[in-house]
């Protein structure tokens, strides 16, 4: 039994067309046009070609289900809809359309399967103008209740996401009764690109997800002093900027010394004040984050960067204040899921090494986690782009994932017994 590469390629270019702006980039952020319409895309498809009527949840996440022949929990598998401004066509709607690919295939062959099992598309996974990632899986997961989703509202035009929701489909009102529950959910799988270049350098298609990566964030602001560009001599300055930068390399060297490829650092976000040509800058604010699964090496990186913060301030008469932001563990995947997803991999591939990669991204699964088994697998990304126009995988390698994740589907069917 084959999944249908040409009608998953079909559907992956009709999809991308939605949001599509002149840049050749998508724009599909939760509460735009472009997101509502490819949630009417992908309903359409589901009544039309499954003959499923897509149900939409309290937090606007569409199913759609398929029966068991035994009264066990459910197996779910899907991804999000959504994209990043200017994103690309792969990011969480090759996801979905996979799952849609496998639930199709098991119908046209009239599969039985032991366990009920359901496609999902999460509400806003990426970031958005309501400032809450994973925002569907979250409120699944119990992580966001009602009450907390009352506070949220659009950072553009001050509308509360209640508005959204409801012209999605859905209604906060009701999100604390969709929270899943003990055994209600067997398994979840979550198809996904890689969003590196660690498969491509590999030379392989495939990947079985072990671990989602942890995140640390810290807030930093560094307190020099501002005066005259012109008038102040090269020694007498307290240029914050300069501290920053030092600080910024000073990191690198730190990150780099961990020698990991599943660790990584980044100073992404700084804000120069008073930011005036003439000026010497007196306040810097930065966001500086770390990425690994390790504690360990967190935390040694953490005390590294509070050791090379004390020099900076005193060889440049500057102050360094620092905020934790985010502290977020790995979250590991279920060993039975990921174990299910080896062995699909091996069948499809034949080869008896299966690549294990940590995600460096986070994701819906990370959530799902949380109430259920869950695990994920990965696709190759070409060039390692991603949340770009450039972003790119190929169907070369999308088939057997996909081909791949049906395997491990159907033996988490045969083998679990909830």
Same mark, same amino acid.
């Given at each position: +039994?084959?999944?249908?590469?040409?009608?998953?390629?079909?559907?992956?270019?009709? *999809?991308?067309?939605?949001?599509?702006?002149?840049?050749?980039?998508?724009?599909?952020?939760?509460?735009?046009?472009?997101?509502?319409?490819?949630?009417?895309?992908?309903?359409?498809?589901?009544?039309?070609?499954?003959?499923?009527?897509?149900?939409?949840? !309290?937090?606007?996440?569409?199913? =759609?289900?398929?029966?068991?022949?035994?009264?066990?929990?459910? &197996?779910? @598998?899907?991804?999000?809809?959504?994209?990043?401004?200017?994103?690309g066509a792969y990011d969480g709607a090759l996801g979905v359309l996979a799952a849609t690919e496998i639930m199709e295939t098991l119908l046209e062959n009239k599969i039985e399967t032991r366990h009920p099992l359901a496609v999902v598309s999460f509400t806003g996974e990426?970031?958005?103008?309501?400032? $809450?990632?994973?925002?569907?899986?979250?409120?699944?997961?119990?992580?966001?209740?009602?009450?907390?989703?009352?506070?949220?509202?659009?950072?553009?035009?001050?509308?509360?996401?209640?508005?959204? =929701?409801?012209?999605?489909?859905?209604?906060?009102?009701?999100?604390?009764?969709?929270?899943?529950?003990?055994?209600?959910?067997? !398994? @979840?799988?979550?198809?996904?690109?890689?969003?590196?270049?660690?498969?491509?350098?590999?030379?392989?298609?495939? /990947?079985?997800?072990?671990?989602?990566?942890? &995140?640390?964030?810290?807030? &930093?602001?560094?307190?020099?002093?501002?005066?005259?560009?012109?008038?102040?001599?090269?020694?007498?300055?307290?240029?914050?900027?300069?501290?920053?930068?030092? *600080?910024?390399?000073?990191?690198?060297? =730190?990150?780099?010394?961990?020698?990991?490829?599943?660790?990584?650092?980044?100073?992404?976000?700084? !804000?120069?004040?008073?930011?005036?040509?003439?000026?010497?800058?007196?306040?810097?604010?930065?966001?500086?984050?770390?990425?690994?699964?390790?504690?360990?090496?967190?935390?040694? $990186?953490?005390? /590294? *960067?509070?050791?090379?913060?004390?020099? &900076?301030?005193?060889?440049?008469?500057?102050?360094?204040?620092?905020?934790?932001?985010?502290?977020?563990?790995?979250?590991?995947?279920?060993?039975?899921?990921?174990?299910?997803?080896?062995?699909?991999?091996?069948?499809?591939?034949?080869?008896?090494?299966?690549?294990?990669?940590?995600?460096?991204?986070?994701?819906? !699964?990370?959530?799902?986690?949380?109430?259920?088994?869950?695990?994920?697998?990965?696709?190759?990304?070409? @060039?390692? +782009?991603?949340?770009?126009?450039?972003? *790119?995988?190929?169907?070369?390698?999308?088939?057997?994932?996909?081909?791949?994740?049906?395997?491990?589907?159907?033996?988490?069917?045969?083998?679990?017994?909830?």
């Amino acid at each position: +039994m084959k999944i249908n590469r040409d009608r998953l390629m079909k559907n992956v270019m009709e *999809l991308s067309v939605i949001g599509k702006n002149e840049a050749g980039g998508i724009d599909r952020s939760l509460s735009s046009e472009a997101d509502f319409l490819s949630r009417e895309w992908i309903k359409t498809y589901w009544r039309d070609n499954l003959k499923k009527e897509a149900e939409t949840d !309290a937090i606007a996440n569409l199913w =759609i289900r398929k029966e068991g022949r035994e009264a066990l929990s459910t &197996i779910v @598998f899907g991804s999000h809809n959504d994209a990043v401004p200017n994103g690309g066509a792969y990011d969480g709607a090759l996801g979905v359309l996979a799952a849609t690919e496998i639930m199709e295939t098991l119908l046209e062959n009239k599969i039985e399967t032991r366990h009920p099992l359901a496609v999902v598309s999460f509400t806003g996974e990426e970031p958005n103008p309501y400032n $809450i990632s994973t925002l569907g899986s979250r409120v699944l997961s119990g992580r966001l209740r009602t009450a907390d989703l009352k506070k949220l509202s659009n950072n553009k035009d001050g509308s509360p996401l209640s508005a959204c =929701i409801e012209k999605l489909g859905g209604d906060i009102e009701k999100a604390d009764e969709i929270l899943i529950r003990e055994n209600e959910v067997a !398994a @979840f799988l979550e198809l996904h690109i890689e969003q590196g270049k660690r498969l491509e350098t590999m030379k392989c298609s495939s /990947a079985a997800v072990t671990c989602i990566t942890g &995140i640390y964030r810290e807030r &930093i602001t560094i307190i020099g002093e501002a005066n005259h560009g012109g008038t102040t001599q090269m020694q007498d300055r307290h240029d914050a900027l300069l501290a920053a930068c030092e *600080l910024n390399l000073a990191f690198e060297k =730190i990150v780099k010394k961990a020698n990991d490829p599943e660790v990584v650092g980044t100073i992404g976000q700084l !804000a120069v004040r008073p930011n005036e040509v003439s000026i010497i800058p007196g306040q810097i604010v930065l966001m500086l984050e770390i990425r690994t699964k390790d504690e360990a090496v967190k935390d040694t $990186i953490v005390s /590294a *960067l509070r050791t090379e913060a004390t020099y &900076i301030e005193s060889r440049r008469g500057v102050t360094i204040q620092r905020e934790v932001n985010l502290d977020q563990p790995a979250m590991y995947m279920d060993k039975t899921v990921v174990d299910a997803v080896r062995r699909g991999i091996k069948t499809v591939s034949g080869h008896e090494k299966v690549i294990e990669l940590v995600s460096m991204a986070g994701h819906d !699964a990370a959530n799902m986690q949380r109430v259920t088994r869950a695990g994920m697998i990965f696709v190759k990304s070409l @060039f390692g +782009m991603s949340h770009c126009p450039e972003e *790119l995988s190929l169907a070369e390698d999308i088939e057997p994932t996909v081909q791949a994740m049906m395997e491990a589907i159907l033996i988490l069917d045969k083998e679990l017994d909830v």
